[in-house]
């Protein structure tokens, strides 16, 4: 019987597949069937992550097949954006970011605007995660995949370093993969509270970016 391996073989295989796929498709190559059948195989290692994890994301199974094609409409675009090499580097971060976000934007059209009676400690679903562990914008994230130059790369940290402390040290937890809980923790706060300050802080950072001044 085969041994079941961990997630993180599952991603680090999934990286060098992806590593692969994106060296042709960033360059406007076409996939060879090799190709293809790496692609099939990322999609099935998504696909089991998102059916594993189902109960705690709150989804049923009408949900999780909507969740699974929205996905893998994501993935085809970012495997050929040239601004996504993290994905050959962090592809579980990279997932876990997507499913998050989608997740957030099915939920912000189903209500049209997220009532600001609802708690971001509020559980998502029957059984689900606090909301904001949910809404993980990757708005961060394609920053710094922006600023991938290294003269650009040094204006966003020298931006970082300008923000209020609160703001600099959740930018930075989030760049160094610390869990919102934990930076909640350090900060004694409520973890709802730093993922305010996380998205007042990456508006700032664009501000900054944008204009060279702080709101």
Known sequence: M??????????????????RIRAVLTT???????????????????????????????????ACSD?????????????????????????????STTVNRILY???????NILSSTVSLDAPVGDDGPPLHEVIEDPTLERLVEAYCDEDER?????????????????????????RGTDTAQMLGVSPATVSRTYERAVKRLRQMLTTGESS
Not at 4 to 18: D, K, N, P
Not at 30 to 59: C, F, H, M, Q, S
Not at 105 to 111: I, M, S
């Open 154 to 178: 040094r204006r966003l940290y020298e931006a970082i370093a300008a923000l209020p402390t609160t703001e600099r040290i959740v930018i930075t937890h989030r760049l160094e993969g610390v």
């Open 67 to 95: 969740l699974l094609r929205a996905v893998i409409e994501q993935l085809h675009k970012d495997l050929r954006s040239p601004g996504f090499s993290s994905m050959e580097r962090k592809f579980g971060a990279y997932i």
């Open 28 to 62: 406007g190559g076409a996939l060879t069937p090799e190709l293809w059948a790496d692609l099939d195989a990322v999609i099935l290692a998504v696909r089991n992550w998102i059916y594993g994890r189902a109960r705690k994301l709150g989804l049923d199974e009408d």
């Open 105 to 111: 934007e099915r939920k912000n059209n189903r209500q």
């Open 2 to 19: 085969a041994q079941q391996r961990s997630w993180h073989e599952v991603v680090q295989e999934c990286q060098r597949r992806v590593t």
